[in-house]
T-cell receptor
Framework: GAGVSQSPRYKVAKRGQDVALRCDPI?????LFWYQQALGQGPEFLTY????????KSGLPSDRFFAERPEGSVSTLKIQRTQQEDSAVYLC????????????FGDGTRLSIL | QKEVEQNSGPLSVPEGAIASLNCTYS??????FFWYRQYSGKSPELIMS????GDKEDGRFTAQLNKASQYVSLLIRDSQPSDSATYLC????????????FGGGTRLMVKP
């Protein structure tokens, strides 16, 4: 079936604007993860969902970051009042949901804040 | 000390050689280990998973896990220029539910 789908692929916003990034996981995948990847670095965990429940949001860098997955499928990562340091690639991954299962990544959204 | 450590490289090997990529992790209780390949501007792609001590082979790739020494490695035999990418080691720490902790990645360059 289809892989993890993210949109938009690229987003340019002015500092202070709000942005919303969308992730559509692999069908049947219970767990959904958001990561932030800076240039030349590995992905850094932001938050994770098991179905519609947000089980861990310890990686969200500030209260300007908010994620939801209301029906246990599509997820949205919202960043309010964007800052230049928010510029990064935002990766979404999904997995079957049991511990130890590999995660499969979408193509990411490259966010640039001017 | 980072929880998952990799040499950033670049690791340069000639075409046809064996590339050896290493990763160490801090939590002795970790059980699940993954290698991802990431081409420039692309997303990470799963290439290997390993859960038990020893070697696991898949085509030209061999993952090696030593839990006592807390390291996991990836060997790429008969390296090809198309293998040039950043290789990310990811570990599922026991306290982290399903979340993965990534190393910073090792950049591999295979020269024709």
């Amino acid at each position: 079936g289809a892989g993890v789908s993210q949109s938009p692929r690229y987003k340019v916003a002015k500092r202070g604007q709000d942005v919303a990034l969308r992730c559509d996981p692999i069908s049947g995948h219970v767990s959904l993860f958001w990561y932030q990847q800076a240039l030349g670095q590995g992905p850094e965990f932001l938050t994770y969902f098991q179905n519609e429940a947000q089980l861990d949001k310890s990686g969200l860098p500030s209260d300007r970051f908010f994620a939801e997955r209301p029906e246990g499928s599509v997820s949205t990562l919202k960043i309010q009042r964007t800052q230049q340091e928010d510029s990064a690639v935002y990766l979404c991954a999904s997995s079957l949901g049991t511990q130890g299962q590999p995660q499969h990544f979408g193509d990411g959204t490259r966010l640039s804040i001017l | 000390q980072k929880e998952v450590e990799q040499n950033s490289g670049p690791l340069s090997v000639p075409e046809g050689a064996i590339a050896s990529l290493n990763c160490t992790y801090s939590d002795r209780g970790s059980q699940s280990f993954f290698w991802y390949r990431q081409y420039s501007g692309k997303s990470p792609e799963l290439i290997m998973s390993i859960y038990s001590n020893g070697d696991k082979e898949d085509g030209r790739f061999t993952a090696q896990l030593n839990k006592a020494s807390q390291y996991v490695s990836l060997l790429i035999r008969d390296s090809q220029p198309s293998d040039s990418a950043t290789y990310l080691c990811a570990v599922n720490m026991p306290w982290a539910g399903n979340m993965l902790t990534f190393g910073g990645g090792t950049r591999l360059m295979v020269k024709p």
